[in-house]
């Protein structure tokens, strides 16, 4: 009897297996992962959120939004998102959203916040944010600023300093017949000295982009949703006294999108047209317009089992066409292990903007040919996973990723030229290979400890450290919490001393938390400061951050 269980079993197995594959091929693939990756619910049903611009309430108020005071935002630090790009595009999650947040029926649930502080190095850091949540319009709209100005004992007003600012609206309207409207904006402005290294003072980045979203689900399981995407990108080399004149250019991007959808407990598919215009000033590039079709398809076909396959046909009007497809599974063995797996081709658009925004100062490098003055598409092929266990429950688990890419016309840069004051941009080949270890350690209810480390293998931007070693410790004491935060990054023939931080948060009141922090306390004892990207700074990569920073800042909510 129990051989004959087993064979029933396995040919359940088989059979649902056969019925995906046939699936996926007949529809040619894209995404009930349109987010892009794996169902993280480990029941076989498929269950549908709703989101919220605040994280989730506890009791009769919302935790706030991170504030400007953690790590990425006291280092000063810029860099070149790690993560790959991914062709399909993600649902995007409005600023502070969450996954859904109670509601009083009937009751107007207005939020507020506001954050004060400042500290050495001359800084200065504000924000402010109103939201509703509640029956009827939701909103949220939030002002950030941060400016610091003397890095490393600089003298103020030398082009030592950064300055940022951001300002962001988020509406969601319900309306009759299964419809809703969402619109998501923001403007960010930001300014980052150039430290007497450029005939230019300065280098100004202003971002804007504004998304709109219409859905209508009429039934179960069909859902209709159409987004517009619009962002302007300007970039300015300011001048000083330098006698040159500044500099400006920038792009403009279109992205409306149509999409509809069936979705069942075990089994979605997803149909996406979309349209890319790319439209460029102040530059020697010519605009680059794409038209894509997308399916897409993902099924539960065992418990924990989460598979998905996505195809698209991309249209370069000056490229041809293309068919990317990529694929990916996911597997929850129980709660004490969970795997990921993905891989496939990629065709992915050369962007600026992430250049811009790391490495100041850029522009073409004399001598890279440019067929017709357009940048290239990179065709990626790859392959990667992710493994996790839980070691002892509740207490120590540890995860693990590796990612494997090989690139045809990659954009990236190459290191600083002295004689010419900027990164030169590059196009290149070639493979990337890189992996990441993290584990999550509790010691009783009151003390957390990670550590982690990253690894970059191969080819690696200026600057960037091959090998980089991070830890923290929290601990809360009532009302009391302490962080203490470490990275030390590695590089072949270069000492470079560990960035260590430290935040003390108390919680005056009910609302109102007093914060104090202490950020690269080891920096003075670095003659050339730290590079913005955590190591001593060098002549392929001479732009260094704020080093030694104490500050302090109150925060209030009613």
Known sequence: MRQLHRTLRAVRTALAFVLFVVFSVSVSVSVAAQDAQPLEELEPTRVEASVAPVAAV?????????????????????????????????????????TSAPMISGEDQVYFNATLGGGSVNSILGSINVYRLGDGPQFRVGYDHRGSDGFNLKKPGTGFFEQENDLTAWLRLDGAANTSLEVDTGYADRRFGLQQLSPYYSQDLREFDAKVTGAWTPERPVGVRATVAVSDVRRVLSTGDSGVDAQSNGYRRFTPELSGSLEWPRFGVDLTGRYDGLFLSGM???????????????????DGLT??????????????????????????????????????????????LPLWSAYPATEVEPGTTLDE????????????????????????????????????????????????????????????????????????????????????????????????????????????????????????????LPELGIELRYEIARDVEFRAYAHDILAPGMDDGRSLRGVVPEDDDPFIGPGLELGAAVRVRF
């Open 284 to 302: 020697e590039l010519k605009n680059g317009s794409s038209f894509a079709v997308q399916v897409g398809v993902e099924a539960v076909p065992l």
């Open 307 to 352: 598979l998905g396959v996505t195809g698209i046909t991309q249209y370069h009007l000056s490229d041809g066409v293309y068919f990317p497809v990529e694929g990916y599974l996911s597997y929850q063995g129980s709660r004490r292990w969970n795997l990921d797996l993905s891989g496939g081709y990629r065709v992915v658009e050369n962007d600026l």
């Open 58 to 98: 506890v009791r009769d108020m919302p935790p706030l939004p991170p504030l400007p005071l953690d790590e990425a935002a006291l280092t000063g630090e810029i860099a070149v998102d790690p993560a790959p790009p991914i062709a399909v595009p993600r649902p995007e999650i409005p600023r502070d959203a969450v």
């Open 373 to 496: 003055s357009r940048l290239p598409v990179n065709e990626v092929l790859f392959v990667g996973g992710e493994l996790g266990v839980v070691v002892v429950s509740g207490a120590v688990e540890v995860r693990g990723r590796v990612d494997r890419e090989l690139h045809t016309n990659r954009l990236t840069i190459a290191p600083f030229q002295e004689e010419r004051s900027v990164y030169p941009y590059r196009l290149t080949g070639g493979n990337s290979l890189s992996s990441d270890v993290v584990g999550e350690f509790s010691l009783g209810e009151s003390v957390r400890l990670d550590a982690g480390w990253r690894a970059e293998w191969d080819q690696r931007l200026p600057g960037v450290p091959q090998h980089v070693a991070r830890g923290a410790i929290r601990g809360d004491v009532r009302e009391l919490t302490m962080e203490a935060t470490g990275e030390v990054p590695l590089v072949t023939g270069m000492d470079a």
